[in-house]
Nanobody, 122 residues
Framework: QVLLVESGGGLVQAGESLRLSCSSS????????MGWYRQTPGNMREKVAI???????DYEDTVKDRFTISRDNGGNTVDLQMNGLKPEDAGVYYC????????????????WGEGTQVTVSA
């Protein structure tokens, strides 16, 4: 079992910045990919940014020029720097991780945090 805990959400005005952080209870060297998903009321949870254990990144097109995802292997965290926030960026942000290793040991493959709220005022 892997516990993911998010922090850094809040209420900001359009154009301001936030930095989200997701802390893993276990070493992230066991997590082949980590990332952030966003969900708004009545909609499906959608990918915002993903980073693999090799450092490859994948961003939603609307955030690619403004957001940066990074991994801190020593601190067992994945962060999302969010610059130039827009009202359409608002929602509940969930930390995500997947582990081929824990799956092979009889555990789960997908792991989710409980989410952190991001609100952007126009």
């Amino acid at each position: 079992q892997v516990l993911l805990v998010e922090s850094g959400g809040g209420l900001v005005q359009a154009g301001e910045s936030l930095r989200l952080s997701c802390s893993s209870s276990l070493s992230i060297r066991y997590l082949s990919a980590m990332g952030w998903y966003r969900q708004t009321p009545g909609n499906m949870r959608e990918k915002v940014a993903i980073i693999t254990d090799s450092g490859r990144t994948d961003y939603e097109d609307t955030v690619k020029d403004r957001f940066t995802i990074s991994r801190d292997n020593g601190g067992n965290t994945v962060d999302l720097q969010m610059n130039g926030l827009k009202p359409e960026d608002a929602g509940v942000y969930y930390c995500y991780a997947e582990s081929e290793y824990f799956r092979s040991q009889g555990g789960e493959f997908d792991y989710w945090g409980e989410g952190t709220q991001v609100t952007v005022s126009a």
